[in-house]
C-alpha cells in the first residue's frame, strides 16, 4: 500500500474483498483522525462500502442456495453450518479497528439484522416447501436449519471462529428444496442513516 492514500487502500482492497470475501482486510490503514478523511470523501468511501457488502452477499446467496442441492442430511447441516464462517467475514469486516466507530457501528448493526432475516427467510421457506413429498421430510430439514442457526454467530465472541461442529440429519437424508429468494439477502443501505459520516472541523487539520 505504499504511495496510497488511506481511502485509495481501502477502496482496492474492498473491490477485491467483494468478489472474494476471503482477501485479508487487517493490514488497511485507521481512517480516523487522517485530515484527508473529509466529509466528501468518507461519503465515497460509504458508497464502495456499500457496493462491497452487496458484491459479499451476491457471494453469499449463491452459496446458501448450494446448500440445498444436496440430498445428504448430514452434507446440508455441514454445508449450512459452514456458511457462518463466510457470513463471519461480513461481521469482522464491520468490527474493522480501521474504521471510525459511527460506520463500524452502522455496519454492524446492518449485518446482524441481515443475518437474522435471512435465518427467518430460510427457516420459513423450508416449512412452507411443497416439493419434499412429505411434511415429515420439511420438518426434519426445518430442525436441521434450526440446530445449525446462522444466529449462532451472534453469540461468538468478536474475532473467534464459529463452532465447527454440525448437527442434525433428516431421517431420509432428502433435500431438494426450492431456490425461491434465498439468495436475495439485503445489504442494508447505510448511507441513509443520520449522523453516519463523522463531523470534520478544518480546526482539526494538523498543523
Not at 488511506?6 to 490503514?29: G, H, M, Q, S
Not at 432475516?117 to 420459513?124: G, L, M, S, T
Amino acid at each position: 500500500m505504499i504511495g496510497q492514500t488511506p481511502y485509495e487502500a481501502w477502496v482496492r482492497r474492498l473491490r477485491e474483498w467483494a468478489k472474494d470475501p476471503d482477501t485479508p482486510l487487517d493490514d488497511l490503514p485507521a481512517l480516523a483522525g487522517d485530515d484527508r478523511m473529509t466529509p466528501e470523501v468518507y461519503e465515497r468511501l460509504i458508497d464502495h462500502i456499500e457496493r462491497a457488502n452487496r458484491g459479499f452477499m451476491d457471494v453469499f446467496g449463491k452459496r446458501l442456495q448450494d446448500v440445498f442441492k444436496d440430498p445428504d442430511g448430514q452434507a446440508i447441516a455441514r454445508a449450512y453450518h459452514n456458511l457462518q464462517y463466510l457470513y463471519a467475514r461480513r461481521l469482522a469486516f464491520a468490527l474493522h479497528p480501521g474504521l471510525p466507530e459511527k460506520i463500524s457501528s452502522e455496519l454492524l448493526r446492518v449485518a446482524e439484522e441481515d443475518l437474522k432475516d435471512i435465518q427467518a427467510e430460510v427457516e420459513r421457506m423450508v416449512g412452507q416447501d411443497k416439493g419434499r413429498g412429505s411434511v415429515n421430510d420439511a420438518s426434519n430439514l426445518l430442525r436441521i436449519i434450526k440446530q445449525n442457526s446462522l444466529l449462532q454467530l451472534l453469540h461468538v465472541a468478536p474475532g473467534s471462529a464459529p463452532d465447527g461442529a454440525a448437527t442434525g440429519q433428516t431421517d431420509k437424508d432428502q433435500a431438494g428444496i426450492g431456490q425461491g429468494n434465498l439468495g436475495a439477502a439485503t445489504a442494508g443501505n447505510i448511507k441513509s442513516q443520520v449522523n453516519l459520516i463523522p463531523t470534520y472541523d478544518p480546526k482539526d487539520r494538523k498543523s
